[in-house]
Nanobody, 125 residues
């Protein structure tokens, strides 16, 4: 079992930056892919990006490529989502999640087993 807690959300102006953290409990965090998802007002939850357990591969949805960066520190059982050049359309609740599928960095929500409670990011234009 892995428990995930996101932090770092808040209100930021368009063009600004935020770094979200995902703190994991349990010894198995380092074995799992970590993904980030978001759900905007009135929208379905969508994939933002993911990173493999060893951090050798990442993937991102097209709309955040070049602006967002996912990283992780397995020694600290923590993952990160660095968000730069934020836009109003990035406003959403952001969730981290882990997948037990080895090497998986895809966008299928059902492939992710454990989820955090989410953190709100609001970008003002």
């Amino acid at each position: 079992q892995v428990q995930l807690v996101e932090s770092g959300g808040g209100l930021v102006q368009a063009g600004g930056s935020l770094r979200l953290s995902c703190a994991a409990s349990g010894r198995t965090f380092s074995y799992y892919t970590m993904g980030w998802f978001r759900q905007g007002p009135g929208k379905e939850r969508e994939f933002v990006g993911a990173i493999t357990a060893s951090a050798d591969k990442t993937s991102y949805t097209e709309s955040v490529k070049g602006r967002f960066t996912i990283s992780r520190d397995n020694a600290q059982n923590t993952g990160y989502l660095q968000m730069n050049s934020l836009k109003a359309e990035d406003t959403a609740v952001y969730y981290c999640a882990t997948s037990r599928i080895l090497g998986y960095i895809g966008n299928n929500l059902t492939a992710y087993t454990y989820w955090g409670q989410g953190t709100q990011v609001t970008v003002s234009s």
